[in-house]
């Protein structure tokens, strides 16, 4: 199965591509999908593509209610991760006084929109991460009671490590703090029920895991949640009814496309849905299988090499990122050595920051392992 899904991603025939943390690259399903919207769109024009058009979005969403074991009406499509936490920090209700509880060394999109709350005197309070189970602890010996809400990434975007939100959740739930996650590095690699788990809302990037466009982004809310949040943006697509343009009612829709507030771009939807038709298709159990399987033969090369391979050693506290670093290794020197010889990764945090997915293969960790072994030569 897996050298058919090779076949599908033409990347590679061109380089061995080990940053899909990043941004991953389109399957030739994607192309096809994209080509067959944008030749109905300029033969027939928009009126016809707009037919299909919120059927893309539904079926959208109930892809990612299946990977995500919730409701799609708790499901909203916005930009990046940075828009959903927006949503949270701007719609809220706080009080002077309040704070927020994350880590340190987040992910820009995890930090800033709750630092940007400062001026309506609420704090924002990060603690070392150890990376490890250690933090779980961390968090909870910090809730008192001006904590309103621990916000947290599912996957450390660096290490890969992946945070027992179950464990977090349930803490969380019974104190009444909001628990919110940043699922960038997770969905759908890494097993998520919010509503299990006890998590208010999850923001994402589509375009990492998910395989997706760049610019498009993935929103879980909590109904329970969502009837607290002032809407931050509205417009057109806010209200019920809304292609009624001129019967004026301010009145929210009852699910999460409240927030998707006007017209989105109808090519990124087109692309989504045909990246995460193939990964449903596969199965994202297999695909997690497949990645792990990819990034421990990877490990142990790289222990072979006398190299230290960040992240634990428990197959649950495993994502799609593997990181490695060696002392007078310079991260961002040998991913630039590494991209000459058309193999890219990322430097992240001093290590190097590796992650395969579905279309990657042994013979592509090989040819990073290969490269390694001639670094000091």
């Known amino acids: ?23 991953a690259p389109p399957s030739t399903r994607v ?92 704090r924002h309070l990060r603690l070392k991460p150890e990376h490890s189970a250690e933090d779980i602890d961390a968090l909870k010996n910090n809730v008192d009671d001006n904590v309103r809400m621990v916000a947290v990434s599912a996957v450390d975007w660096c290490s890969g490590f992946v945070l027992d939100l179950d464990d977090l959740g349930t803490f969380c739930r019974e104190r009444d703090v909001l628990l919110v996650a940043d699922m960038a590095q997770a969905l759908p690699i890494v097993p998520l029920r919010p509503e299990d788990s006890g998590i208010s809302a999850m923001a994402g990037s589509g375009w990492k895991w ?3 466009p760049v610019g498009l982004g993935v929103f879980y809310c909590h109904p329970t949640l969502m009837e607290k949040l002032d809407l931050v943006f509205v417009g057109t697509d806010t209200v019920v009814e809304s292609h009624k343009y001129l019967d004026y009612r301010f009145e929210p829709k009852p699910d999460a496309s409240r927030f998707e507030f006007s017209t989105p771009n109808v090519n990124d939807w087109v692309y989504l849905l045909a990246a995460i038709r193939l990964l449903r298709e596969i199965g994202p159990e297999n695909a997690r299988k497949r990645i792990l399987h990819l990034n421990a033969y990877l490990r142990e090369g790289l222990e072979r090499l006398g190299l230290h391979v960040r992240g634990s050693e428990q197959e649950q506290e495993r994502s799609g990122i593997l990181s490695f670093e060696h002392e007078g290794l310079d991260a961002t020197h040998e991913a630039r050595r590494l991209a000459a010889e058309s193999i890219w990764v990322a430097a992240r945090d001093g290590a190097i920051r590796v992650s395969p997915h579905i279309y990657n293969n042994e013979e592509d960790m090989d040819r990073l392992l290969a490269c390694l072994s001639r670094r000091d030569r």
């Open 1 to 23: 199965m897996w050298d058919e899904i090779r076949k599908l991603f033409p990347i590679h025939e061109q380089c061995v591509y080990l940053n899909n943390a990043g941004v």
């Open 210 to 212: 998910l395989m997706g």
């Open 31 to 122: 192309l096809e999908s994209l080509e067959a919207y944008h030749r109905e769109h300029a033969l027939h024009g928009f009126h016809k593509a707009a037919l299909s058009f919120k059927d893309t979005g539904t079926e959208i969403k109930e892809i990612l209610s299946e990977f995500l074991s919730c409701s799609p009406s708790c499901i909203a499509l916005t930009h990046n991760t940075s828009e959903g936490m927006n949503i949270i920090a701007q719609g809220y209700r706080w009080k002077q006084g309040d704070c927020v509880l994350g880590l340190d060394l987040e992910y820009p999109a995890n930090v800033y929109p709750w630092w940007n709350l400062e001026s309506r005197g609420v």
